[in-house]
C-alpha cells in the first residue's frame, strides 16, 4: 500500500553526520510505523530503530542510542535518519520498512552509506 524510497547515503569521515530520507513515492507513510535497518556485507540485518505512527514516539538499538535520531514530516511524505559521530561499524547498506500489522512487509531499495577512519 506505500513505496518507499531511500536517499541522503554517501562517504563520510569519522565523526561526521549524514541524513537520511524515507520518502512514500506512492501511498502515504504517516500511518505507518517505520523502522530503519541496516545491512554491512556478510552480515545480518540489524535493526537500527523506528518511529511510530501515533505520536511520533521512537525507540533506538543500543548500537546507535545516542548519535542517530528519527524523525518524520507528515507533510512532506517523509522519515528521516539523522546519523550523527559516525563510526567506521556504521559502514552499511541503509534500509526502511513500514510496519504493516506486526511485520514490515514495505521495503525501500537501501541507500549506502559509508564511514571512513
Known amino acids: 500500500q506505500v513505496q518507499l524510497v531511500e536517499s541522503g547515503g554517501g562517504l563520510v569521515q569519522a565523526g561526521g553526520s549524514l541524513r537520511l530520507s524515507c520518502a512514500a513515492s506512492?501511498?502515504?507513510?504517516?500511518?505507518?510505523?517505520v523502522g530503519w535497518f541496516r545491512q554491512a556485507p556478510g552480515k545480518e540485518r540489524e535493526f537500527v530503530g523506528h518511529i511510530l505512527w501515533i505520536g511520533g514516539r521512537t525507540y533506538y538499538a543500543d548500537a546507535v542510542k545516542g548519535r542517530f535520531t528519527i524523525s518524520r514530516d507528515n507533510a512532506k511524505n517523509t522519515v528521516y535518519l539523522q546519523m550523527n559521530s559516525l563510526k567506521p561499524e556504521d559502514t552499511a547498506v541503509y534500509y526502511c520498512?513500514?510496519?504493516?500489522?506486526?511485520?514490515?512487509?514495505?521495503w525501500g531499495q537501501g541507500t549506502q552509506v559509508t564511514v571512513s577512519s
Open positions: 520498512a513500514a510496519l504493516k500489522g506486526s511485520t514490515y512487509d514495505y
Open positions: 506512492e501511498g502515504t507513510i504517516r500511518t505507518y510505523t
